[in-house]
């Protein structure tokens, strides 16, 4: 710079880069990203709306359907279960996780039906088998395992037709 003693135009260069390198370092360094959400939420999510679902509507289901939607509303709170070890397991959590509890949501109008707890199943189903189709190893191996458990609730035992009396 003409007219500033003792600073060639080389010596300022020099300073700029060395600030901007500086500056990269430090944004780099000091702001982590944020952690982003795990793929498995989302079926976790599902699996606790499927045994809620499926324990309302055992309650309002007759003798036959009842014990039937009881065992759906324990097999997807165990799915829940495997789902929320395995997400804390990838987040390197040093403690198993135990799934907390649903929140009850505001009483409906009318209970579900058994139709409608097959219908999540199928939704959770498709869900699962799309997500392990872009996954490998053990997350792959478990929605599938999770996919084929709510087809299978979903087409045989809810399916079944009550005996006539």
């Not at 009881?70 to 804390?88: M, P």
């Not at 699962?128 to 979903?154: D, F, H, M, Q, W």
Request: one cysteine or more.
């Amino acid at each position: 710079m003409p007219g500033a003693p003792g600073i060639s135009r080389r010596r300022m260069l020099a300073g700029a880069a060395a600030l901007t390198a500086l500056g990269a370092a430090a944004w780099a360094c000091g702001s982590p990203m944020p952690p982003q959400p795990d793929d498995l939420e989302a079926q976790l999510d599902l699996a606790r709306r499927d045994s809620q679902l499926a324990r309302a509507a055992a309650t309002a289901a007759g003798a036959f359907y009842a014990p039937l939607l009881n065992v759906v509303a324990d097999e997807r709170a165990d799915h829940a279960k495997a789902l929320s070890a395995e997400i804390a397991r990838a987040a390197g959590a040093t403690t198993t996780a135990s799934s907390p509890p649903v929140p009850a949501t505001p009483a409906a109008a009318s209970p579900p039906a058994q139709t409608d707890v097959m219908a999540a199943l199928r939704e959770s189903a498709d869900s699962a088998a799309k997500l392990a189709a872009n996954l490998s190893g053990y997350r792959a191996g478990l929605l599938g395992s999770i996919a084929a458990s709510c087809t299978a609730s979903a087409t045989v035992p809810l399916a079944l037709k009550e005996p006539a009396q």
